[in-house]
């Protein structure tokens, strides 16, 4: 299997540009995972979807921010209007709850930076 | 608030010493993970614990999990410089159900000199 596929793998942009993040998880898996990981505050989850429907969306920052997952293999994250303190590494994570200890398997992540 | 506390936050060390990172909450959890982190790359599951008092190895790293479920830590010996690198801990909240949701602490940056 190929892994957590993530794209791009960097972006840079201008502040106000809508910006589009995409992953693919790994086949099978049932759950996807938004991350944001920062110096300041960490890793942060962002929203997360369970068989393609978002579960839990409070930590979305603020309505620029929008997540969708259309199939079980593709989802998006976008930022309209990114803003500079949206520079940040955005991971995918995807896992399959068997047993209930899931394992989050983890893309290379997207670095972006909004000049 | 972070719900897992890590600490410490950052560690430089020479290889050949011994480390233990700790990662504390007020809260229950029903299992917890360790991950590592590379630079430029997403973190890896290195340990699932879910017994109060459970003690894992994985060669010369040991992971223990709290009597209460509230706490854990890891345990280094002999570091090299190929365990460089972010440790995560990662919980599943006691209660929570199957969410599949995980907390995670902040971290700890761990540097091995030669």
């Known amino acids: 299997d190929a892994g957590v596929i993530q794209s791009p793998r960097h972006e840079v942009t201008e502040m106000g540009q809508e910006v589009t993040l995409r992953c693919k998880p790994i086949?099978?898996?049932?759950?996807l995972f938004w991350y944001r990981q920062t110096m300041m505050r960490g890793l942060e989850l962002l929203i997360y979807?369970?068989?393609?429907?978002?579960?839990?969306d409070s930590g979305m920052p603020e309505d620029r921010f929008s997540a969708k997952m259309p199939n079980a293999s593709f989802s998006t994250l976008k930022i309209q209007p990114s803003e500079p303190r949206d520079s940040a590494v955005y991971f995918c994570?995807?896992?399959?709850?068997?047993?209930?200890?899931?394992?989050?398997?983890f893309g290379p992540g997207t670095r972006l930076t909004v000049l | 608030t972070q719900l897992l506390e890590q600490s410490p936050q950052f560690l430089s060390i020479q290889e050949g010493e011994n480390l233990t990172v700790y990662c504390n909450s007020s809260s229950v959890f029903s299992s917890l993970q360790w991950y590592r982190q590379e630079p430029g790359e997403g973190p890896v599951l290195l340990v699932t614990?879910?017994?109060?008092?459970e003690v894992k190895k994985l060669k010369r790293l040991t992971f223990q999990f709290g009597d209460a479920r509230k706490d854990s830590s890891l345990h280094i010996t002999a570091a090299q410089p190929g365990d460089t690198g972010l440790y995560l801990c990662?919980?599943?909240?006691f209660g929570s159900g199957n969410t599949g949701k995980l907390i995670f602490g902040q971290g700890t940056t761990l540097q091995v000199k030669p």
């Open positions: 614990v879910v017994t109060g008092g």
């Open positions: 990662a919980g599943r909240l």
């Open positions: 994570a995807s896992s399959h709850l068997a047993g209930g200890y899931n394992e989050q398997f």
């Open positions: 979807f369970n068989n393609n429907v978002p579960i839990d």
């Open positions: 086949s099978g898996h049932d759950y």
